[in-house]
């Protein structure tokens, strides 16, 4: 009987109560037309019926907005097998873990899917963050897509943070002692900010119970209703921006070919591959888990997990008031303000906006390896203003007036590259973040690999030594 001349009076109870739940089976068989129009559906909700053939090119993407959401997935579901073993209290979070990794049956190895898949996703988003802002999809009509993307961003930075302290280890709570220390820096309300966070003055059972609900509960539930809306604002926005070369005008949307197979073909490769690598980095490096948490005894040195370890570093060279708040609020803000810039021109679909954005881009890069690491060895030998303006407030010595030099060097950067190469306010505006970016990652690496005993710094081969 076809599936279509079927009414539900001629059902027995069971095959209407299996009729409700799959509409599209009838005595056991299943109208195949009707489950591929149904899943073409709920694919078309994000992804357009057909896509220009010009944006399946990999190395537009290179996979990383897929590469997030599979990762996002990844993480829900071991996070929710992992809930059957864990127990948010002190007393036994961490022998929780010790038990899910010796005694539950793939433990170990669902916990380090869970770890691997937290620090991937952190370098996917920022990658893709960064390939945005260098093909020039900024420009309108995506730039509230943009405001969308950073907010997932710091959403998955605030994840991660939050399931660090999980385990209860060392490692765990003296890095978020170490975040959490940085708010009492926030004028008026840090101290206040900081109690919240921590559920009191100091990091115990309460804090567990927070960061436990807000890595388990609150930050999935947003990421699970940003993320469709994410994908469904590039569709609204015309998809992809179309590629093209520096010498070519903006293109239309050329030929177009079906989504189905041509895209979901594609994602289905690059999930199965990004799936495969985290399950063969699982397999050989097991998550990290240190001693019990001792409140009584700190590691030396203390650092911050390794994605606010740039911050950390700053905190050795400027003021507090300027390293936790100021500077980041104003890096922050001017990212959220970045799409609605006047520019000069419209660089969609261009790799760093032209030719000569290239050059500039390049050596960018190169003044501030160069000038990143001067600085950071001059201020540790060299430079002291609090010595030498004693009379001076710290926040002065110490704060604005670095502050304020460093600004007036990258406001003299970005005069000096603009005139150097005549270039549009595309090119100068990139090669000012370029130049933050480089300046930003050689201060994350400098905090990881060369600062040692008493955040000191040292040759990495020398930090063994050091250790008492």
């Known amino acids: 009987m076809p599936f279509q ?25 299943i109208d195949r037309e009707r489950y591929r129009n149904l899943f073409n559906s709920l ?38 097998m992992l809930k059957f073993a864990y127990q948010p209290v002190p007393d036994r979070a961490y022998e929780s873990i010790l038990h899910l990794q010796n005694s539950v049956f793939f433990g170990q190895f669902i916990r380090n899917i869970h770890h691997w898949s937290g620090n991937t996703v952190l370098l996917v988003i920022f990658l893709h963050f960064l390939r945005v802002l260098f093909t020039g999809a900024i420009h309108p009509p995506r730039q509230f897509n943009w405001i969308i993307g950073l907010t997932m961003f710091f959403l998955v930075l605030g994840s991660n943070f939050t399931g660090y302290l999980l385990p209860w280890d060392q490692l765990a709570f003296w890095a978020v002692t170490i975040c959490t220390g940085m708010l009492e820096y926030l004028p008026g309300i840090g101290e206040w900010l900081q109690k919240l966070i921590q559920g009191g003055s100091e990091i115990g059972p309460a804090t567990l119970s927070n960061f436990f609900a807000i890595h388990t509960a609150v930050i999935p539930a947003c990421l699970v209703i940003l993320m469709p809306f994410h994908f469904w604002r590039v569709r609204k926005s015309g998809g992809l921006v179309i590629p093209r070369t520096p010498d070519e005008k903006p ?49 030396n040195p203390t650092k911050a997990p390794w994605y606010f370890a740039g911050l950390q570093e700053m905190l050795l060279h400027f003021h507090p008031l300027f390293a936790v708040m100021i500077i980041p609020f104003i890096i922050v803000g001017a990212l959220v303000f970045l799409p609605y810039v006047r520019y000069d021109t419209d660089t969609a679909g261009v790799w760093f906006a032209s030719y000569r954005g290239r050059r500039m881009a390049i050596v960018s890069a190169a003044v501030a390896m160069v000038a990143t690491p001067l600085g950071i060895i001059a201020d540790e030998f060299v430079i002291d203003f609090t010595a030498w303006m004693p009379a001076l407030p710290a926040a002065v010595s110490n704060g604005l007036l670095p502050a304020v030099l460093v600004l007036a060097g990258v406001i003299g950067f ?52 050091a250790m008492p």
């Open 43 to 80: 694919v078309f909700h994000l992804r357009p019926r057909v896509v220009p053939q010009r944006t399946l090119r990999f190395t537009l993407t290179w996979g990383l907005g897929g590469m997030a959401a599979v990762l996002v997935g990844m993480l829900i579901a071991t996070g929710l």
């Open 5 to 29: 001349n079927v009414t539900p009076d001629r059902l027995n109870l069971f095959q209407r109560i299996r009729y409700s739940i799959f509409p599209g089976t009838y005595n056991g068989k």
């Open 414 to 465: 970005y005069w000096l590259m603009k005139k150097k190469y005549t270039a549009t306010n595309n090119e100068a505006i990139q090669s000012v973040f370029v130049l933050l970016l480089v300046a930003f990652i050689i201060l994350t690496i400098t905090c990881i690999w060369f600062r040692g005993t008493g955040m000191a710094l040292m040759w990495p081969w020398e930090m063994g030594a």
């Open 251 to 299: 293109v239309d949307r050329g030929q177009l070919v079906a989504t189905i197979p041509n895209l979901i073909l594609r994602e289905l490769v690059v999930a199965a591959a990004l799936i495969a690598f985290i399950m063969l980095l699982s397999v050989i490096f097991n998550a990290p888990l240190e001693a019990k948490a001792n409140p009584g005894l700190s590691p």
